[in-house]
């Protein structure tokens, strides 16, 4: 283990032993933009509630390239699957010491990654070539904060040509997964109500009625074990499975009283690909108003993240030649049950985002993100640092003289040089 990994393990656990929830991240992000400091990047604070973002300029004039970590914590009160709990403990000494806040998706360890990556290309041997701009957000969760973000319209003003992030996934420690064109789904909230009826009850019957039949509109429901969780993901890499869940509707309902007293319904749609959001509406709202309903749509469809198909692979090409082909998963299908609001920043620049295998089976960590045990591998960080400092430099290099500057098109060829990076083993 290198000094550098030591040293983002710890800023990991300080971050994991002080989590902070979506817009919340006053602490995370003072943290993040004192080591950016450090490693001498032009830091602005403050960017769409607690975002940072940094600048690295390199030696001379070439792309723009952007990498995203997200910083917020999860509320398991509310986010953690409902999965039983096993009593391990895998944080002796760095457990959360906030009541009902925990990094269970795995930010913690982004930041540290994103901090990781900004410092190894900051104190490469070479300067890089072009520009690196690092954007650590806040509520992820709550799929507020990159809106937040580009809201103040810095990012665009620094007009990346590409864009990359990572997400813990629960592959194994030392692996990571790119998923060409493919991504995570797009969310729609609606809510359903009926005309009263004489009597309360019969209303509330005739609703769960229609609720039930609108949730014939789900093709895959949650996992209700790890053992499921983990299925799922896995059957993304199988040709087989995955081309079984090229379309994919998961879908969450819960019912409440409007202030008139009149049951409410809600449902949750989350839907890939991105084309049949506004399509499973429509059919939703067919069916409803069929039955003399109303479907009330309180915001627009949040879009889908899609990975880059040219972006994605280019990124597969490269870790194959840079870690070996055995360090490189392809994903071939979406992974159906949750959002991400990198969705936004793809639709600034085109890019991926990519799984960092965090698991360990035989030290019984899941490496499952919101599941309730969540536990990472902590050797990832240094994998993920290597991985996309490796990246980005590459990426940095790769001319973008044919308009699209993608190295996979030109011959499919992969640069093998990867950065050079300090103490990298
Ligand atoms: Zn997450």
């Known amino acids: 283990m290198t000094n550098l990994d030591e040293g983002l393990i710890e800023l990991r656990r300080e971050i994991h032993r002080r989590p902070e929830l979506a817009g919340e991240e006053r602490e995370t992000a003072g943290l993040v933009a004192q080591h950016l400091r450090e490693a001498g990047l032009e830091v602005t604070t403050g960017v769409g509630g607690h975002g940072v973002v940094a600048v690295l300029d390199g030696s001379a004039d070439g792309p723009t390239v952007a990498y995203r970590a997200d ?63 690092f954007v650590f957000q ?18 665009q003003s620094l007009a990346p040509r590409e864009f990359y992030a990572l997400h813990c996934s629960p592959f194994p420690v030392g692996t990571i997964g790119v998923s060409p064109g493919y991504g995570l789904p797009g969310l729609d909230h ?7 009826g004489d009597e309360a009850g019969s209303a509330a019957a005739a609703l769960t009625e229609l609720a039930a039949e609108v949730g014939e509109f789900g ?10 969780y983990q299925g799922v993901f896995h059957s993304l890499l199988d040709p087989e499975s995955a081309a079984s869940i090229q379309e994919s509707v998961c879908l969450t309902q819960w019912t409440e009283q409007a202030p008139d007293g009149r049951p409410v ?34 915001g627009d469809p949040f879009p889908a993240m899609v990975n880059s198909t040219d972006l994605s692979t280019a990124a597969g090409r490269y870790l194959s030649a840079a ?21 936004l920043f793809l639709q600034e620049a085109p890019g991926a985002q990519l799984y960092l295998g965090v698991a360990n089976a035989e030290a019984g960590m899941d490496g499952a993100p919101h599941s309730p045990d969540f536990a990472a591998d902590e050797r990832a960080i240094g994998h ?6 490796g990246l980005l430099t590459d990426r940095l290099g790769v001319r973008g003289g044919d308009g699209d500057g993608l190295g996979a098109r030109s011959g499919g ?9 300090p103490g990298s083993a």
């Open 190 to 196: 609606l809510r359903i109500t009926l005309p009263g």
């Open 384 to 389: 993920g640092v290597r991985a996309m400092a």
């Open 138 to 155: 806040p509520a992820e969760e709550s799929l507020r904060g990159a809106r937040a973000m580009l809201d103040t319209g810095l990012v």
């Open 71 to 133: 910083m917020d914590a999860v509320d398991t009160r509310t986010s953690a699957l409902p999965f039983p709990r096993s009593d391990r403990a895998f944080d002796e000494g760095f457990a959360s010491r906030v009541r009902g806040v925990a990094h269970l998706c795995g930010h913690d360890l982004h930041t540290a990654i994103g901090v990781g990556v900004a410092r190894a290309l900051a104190q490469g041997s070479d300067p890089v070539r072009g520009r690196l701009v």
């Open 265 to 298: 319904a809600n449902v949750l749609l989350r839907v890939w690909p991105q084309e049949r959001l506004l399509e499973l509406r429509g059919q939703v709202k067919r069916l409803v108003e069929a039955a003399g309903g109303h479907v009330e749509c309180p």
């Open 219 to 228: 093709t895959v429901g949650y996992p209700r074990s790890l053992a499921e």
């Open 413 to 421: 060829e992969v640069r093998g040089r990867g950065a050079v990076i």
């Open 323 to 343: 870690l070996g082909p055995e360090s490189v998963v392809w994903a071939r299908a979406s992974w159906p049950f949750n959002c991400e609001d990198f969705a």
